[in-house]
Nanobody, 115 residues
């Protein structure tokens, strides 16, 4: 089993920044990829960013140039640096790790962008 714990969410004004963290623990053998998703009220969950085990990254069109996914040297923690935040970025953000044959989800963390 793998446990994912997210942190760093909260309330921020438009144009501000936040950094989300997601730390993995447990039976971590091979992490194939790491993902950040978000889900706004009344909307489907959408992929925000991803990073493969080799370090390749991809971003959703709505966050390109504003968000950056990264990881620590041990490869067990993934970050999402969010800059130039907009009210439409308001959502619950979830991290997701692809470990072996399974996908694991974090509990979700609220990000609210409002003045």
């Amino acid at each position: 089993q793998v446990q994912l714990v997210e942190s760093g969410g909260g309330l921020v004004q438009p144009g501000g920044s936040l950094r989300l963290s997601c730390a993995a623990s447990g039976s971590i053998s091979s992490i194939y990829a790491m993902y950040w998703y978000r889900q706004a009220p009344g909307k489907q969950r959408e992929l925000v960013a991803s990073m493969s085990s080799s370090g390749n990254t991809n971003y959703g069109d709505s966050v390109k140039g504003r968000f950056t996914i990264s990881r620590d040297n041990a490869g067990n923690t993934v970050y999402l640096q969010m800059n130039s935040l907009k009210p439409e970025d308001t959502a619950v953000y979830y991290c997701n790790f692809w470990v072996g044959p399974e996908f694991y989800w974090g509990q979700g963390i609220q990000v609210t962008v409002s003045s």
